[in-house]
C-alpha cells in the first residue's frame, strides 16, 4: 500500500468517529431534553398518596409550567395521563382510548365544550386511579373528535367525589 493512501483512510474513519461521536451527542440530549419537557407538562408522572389525619386517603399534585395539574394514572387498569378539570362534568377521553380499553358506548349526544359542541358517547369506568385514590363506576364520555394522543380530562363526575383545596401552586385531593 502506498503511504500516500494511508492518511487519507485514517481521515476518513477520524471523520467517521467524529460524525458518529455528533449523533450519539444529539440523540442523548434528545433523550434528556424529552425527560424535561416530559416533567414540565406532567410533573405528577407517580403521585404519591397518603394517608390524612382523618383517616382519608389524600394525593398532592404539583402545578406545571402552564399552571395546569396533570398527573398519571390509571383507567380501569390501564396507565393515561389526566388533565384535571373542574369545567368537564363528566371524565372525557378520546376515542381511541375507549377502543383500547373496550368501553361500551350508549347514548350518543352532543356535547358544549370550551371549544364548542361536540359529539359524543356516554359510558362508565369500572374503576379511575389516581395515586391512592380509587373510584368505582365514573361516568364518562367518549370524544371522538379528541386527538389519540390527548390527556384524559379528568372532570367533575371523578372531581366531585373528592374534597379538594389549591394552595402555593398544590392540589390537595382527599377522599
Sequence with gaps: MPQNER?????RTGR???LFAWVGGIVLLTVLFQDVLQSRFNPNSAPQG???ADGRHE?????????????????NGLPVVFL???????????????????LVRTGGGI???????VAVWQTVLDEVR??????QDVRASIVPSMAADAPVLLGM???RQLEFSQRDGQLTLRH
Design 7 to 11: 492518511p487519507d483512510a485514517n481521515q
Design 16 to 18: 467517521h468517529m467524529l
Design 50 to 52: 397518603q394517608q390524612a
Design 59 to 75: 394525593v398532592v399534585l404539583d402545578r406545571n409550567a402552564s399552571g395546569h395539574y396533570v398527573a398519571s394514572g390509571r383507567i
Design 84 to 102: 384535571l378539570d373542574t369545567g368537564a362534568t363528566d371524565v372525557a377521553l378520546p376515542e381511541a382510548l375507549a377502543d383500547r380499553l373496550r
Design 111 to 117: 356535547s358544549q365544550t370550551a371549544n364548542g359542541a
Design 130 to 135: 389516581l395515586g391512592d385514590i380509587r373510584l
Design 157 to 159: 363526575s371523578f372531581l
